[in-house]
């Protein structure tokens, strides 16, 4: 036996799979096929690296739904409060955002990457990198490893390969093939959390506008009922189309759509207030500010390029004044602000997705070790799993405790 446990990919959930396992006294190996460890937690929440979010173990679960429930024994082996603790003990204090992300301090995801690398440092796990993978071949006596090479025998390995988001971190879905050829259900791979593209030329008209509270929901085309996902938060026009954290988290129904141009994002722009209320309050802007015009009356914290827009869309004239605006238009009006539609073309893919939904399927894996059911000494961790949750740290966080947990079983 080369090894006891040989650990294949070096991102969030294989360095703390590799340091849990190597300082149990396991001779451990970890394979990585980047020059470098960690290459997509240097560029994550923009070089920031939204590590957790500052919630408990019941709010990482109910954040990935129904699937969160498979999440219960890793979190309970490494949760969101022990994730910080961890981190911190490495030197690296952390703060919470407003949104309830938790990042280093310092705001340089490279902080939290060498304080992954140092508890590494210390376990003795040995590492070799530039070495990819090209499969794996169970036997009796261990499983082996086939790299570019070399064949590696171990005991047992623990696959956190990742998905195939951003790609050119390295993560282009390798192990996909492997997990497959033993048996394994891989559902299909789709982009998450990835920027959505339209066709519809007014949208990159407010290229760089954010708007900070919208309710988007992902609708078919031309009907009010079957809405496939919806969420409530930032919003980004851009040149291609849209993005931002409402966006990004109702993009995973777009992109497993099997035609996403016979979809729409209805837009409402100001969620907080029902349309009974948005009326009153445009009426007693309206009769405090008769002489205004329409398009520049400020809504607060409605974007006044924004407001101009619609304005233009709805076809009133842009010197049209508060005082002249009659029923029929001011609820015209309301109904662009609580019900704007957007056509969908599609998404921007992996190349600016977050993470990938889709992967080897939950009930194929033992939630209580991440052990495979199918390949016994086979360990499966992280992204590769068929679990994807919303923006905020959530997917880090799984990650995490999935190769904390496998690292421990092993």
Same mark, same amino acid.
């Given at each position: ?75 309970? @082996? %490494?949760? /969101?409060?022990?994730?910080? $603790?961890?981190?911190?003990? =490495?030197?690296?204090?952390?703060? !919470?955002? &407003?949104? #309830? ?90 982009? @998450? %959390?990835? /920027?959505?593209?339209?066709? $519809?030329?007014?949208?990159? =008209?407010?290229?760089?506008?954010? !708007?900070? &509270?919208? #309710? ?111 029923? &029929? ?82």
């Amino acid at each position: 036996m080369d090894w006891d446990v040989v650990v294949v990919g070096a991102g969030a959930a294989g360095l703390l799979a590799a340091a849990r396992a190597a300082e149990r006294g396991r001779r451990t190996l970890l394979l990585e096929k980047n020059r470098r460890p960690g290459a997509k937690i240097l560029i994550s929440g923009g070089g920031r690296c939204n590590l957790t979010h500052a919630t408990d173990r019941r709010g990482i679960v109910a954040a990935f739904g129904a699937p969160g429930r498979f999440l219960n024994a890793a979190l309970g @082996a %490494l949760g /969101p409060a022990e994730l910080v $603790a961890l981190v911190e003990a =490495e030197g690296v204090a952390t703060k !919470v955002a &407003d949104s #309830g992300k938790v990042f280093p301090a310092s705001d340089r995801a490279a902080d939290v990457l060498e304080a992954l690398l140092r508890r590494l440092g210390r376990s003795g796990c040995e590492q070799a990198f530039e070495e990819p993978v090209a499969g794996l071949v169970p036997g009796d006596d261990g499983i082996r490893i086939r790299t570019t090479r070399r064949t590696l025998l171990a005991g047992q390995v623990i696959v956190a390969t990742g998905g195939r988001s951003y790609p050119g971190c390295g993560t282009t879905g390798d192990a996909y093939g492997w997990l497959a050829a033993l048996g394994h259900t891989v559902v299909p791979p789709r982009p @998450a %959390l990835t /920027p959505v593209t339209t066709g $519809a030329r007014w949208v990159s =008209e407010l290229s760089g506008l954010t !708007v900070p &509270d919208v #309710g988007v929901r992902v609708m078919p085309a031309g009907s009010h009922r079957g809405c496939l996902a919806h969420r409530r938060g930032s919003f980004l026009f851009t040149h291609f189309g849209l993005s931002g954290p409402a966006v990004l988290d109702v993009s995973r129904a777009v992109s497993g759509h099997l035609d996403p141009t016979t979809l729409e994002l209805e837009c409402d722009f100001m969620p907080g207030l029902a349309a009974e209320e948005l009326d009153q309050l445009l009426r007693r802007e309206f009769a405090a500010h008769p002489r205004k015009q329409l398009a520049t009356l400020a809504i607060e914290p409605f974007p006044r390029r924004l407001t101009e827009l619609l304005v233009q869309r709805l076809g009133l004239a842009p010197d049209l004044r508060a005082a002249e605006v009659f029923r &029929d238009d001011r609820r015209r009006l309301i109904a662009a602000l609580k019900g704007t539609r957007i056509p969908v073309k599609g998404t921007l893919g992996f190349d600016r997705a977050e993470v990938t939904a889709g992967g080897v399927a939950l009930d194929e894996v033992d939630p209580r070790t991440m052990q495979s059911h199918l390949v016994p000494g086979l360990f499966l961790a992280g992204e590769i799993l068929d679990l994807d949750g919303p923006i905020g740290g959530f997917n880090f966080q799984a990650a995490f405790s999935t190769g904390w947990l496998a690292g421990t079983q092993v």
